[in-house]
């Protein structure tokens, strides 16, 4: 096929057509995605995390600009959970990207949640694979750090840079509930702000409440739109990434993500099969004979099953139930 032999070569459009068939119509995107597997599994994929406006964009730029400099291929998915429409996202994130974009070898992905509710962590999975086989080598995951959807999301990368910055309030509370143990890296960005060094003390003694692990997650500190900092974010990345390689943990942390994917997708389609194949009807009856104490709903999910799985094997939309 034409688009996949494109995308291989690194063609962007085709790309661009990979990604968008995934958000509209995900069935017709696995024909693709299945054959691009085997090229996949070479990049390196790193969450950018935190509050709105600290300032992710702009390391993610800024650590763009650098990679290029060493000639590696840079991908970034910049996710907008809060956003259902994919173009105002887009918008968003070209302009403050913009001159990224004329460099060929940088793909830059938005993605809102239009269309597949939901679904997000699924279709950022797949737009992952399409940037991997397309030949980058590193890719970044941009998403605003609030709550579990977006966790999920960033649980597939091969690690997570969480990001924050003084003079938000209460700072620490947003980034304790629950995104806090996801961080391998921690930035505090416009350290040119006042309280920067406060803050840095207090993500450094909430770590120091955690279990001791061989990786102490440091916590550094960028003005990024001046880029100080950045190199030392760079430099730890990839000294993270190497450790990573060389403790086997890369490899169990893809193992995890691979098992997730799998069970997720198998839920999914089990889901779709039940709503295709078990009638309502016949479900308020099952639903009312238990009610009644005619039935167990043990007794009733075997039932249900023998259904699915038959059904699922004659390929048949109308089982006679
Ligand atoms: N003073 C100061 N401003 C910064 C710094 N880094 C980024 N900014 C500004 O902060 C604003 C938000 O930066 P972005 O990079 O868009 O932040 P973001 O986290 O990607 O924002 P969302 O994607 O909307 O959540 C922009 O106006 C930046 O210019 C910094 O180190 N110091
Ligand atoms: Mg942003």
Redesign the pocket.
Known sequence: MEILKELLKGNRRAAAKLISLVEDDFTQAEIFLKQIYPYTGQAIVIGIT????????????RLTKNLRKQGTKVGII?I?PTSPFTGGALL??RI?MQDLSADPEVFIRSMGTRGFLGGLSKATQATIKILDAMGKEVIFV?T?GVGQAEVDIVRVADMVLL?T?PGMGDDIQIIKAGIMEIGDVFVV?????DGCERLITEIEMMLALKPETKWKPPVLK?????G?GIKDVEETIFHYISYLKDSGGLERKRKESTRKEIIDLLREKWGILFNQYIKKDFLEEVITRVIQRKEDPYTVVNRLSDILIKSYKQGEKDYDQ
């Open positions: 935190g509050p709105p406006g600290v300032g992710k964009s702009t390391i993610t730029d910049a907008d968003g994130d403050r941009e605003v990001i910055m960005n416009k350290a040119d702000r960028t003005i990024a739109t001046s100080t």
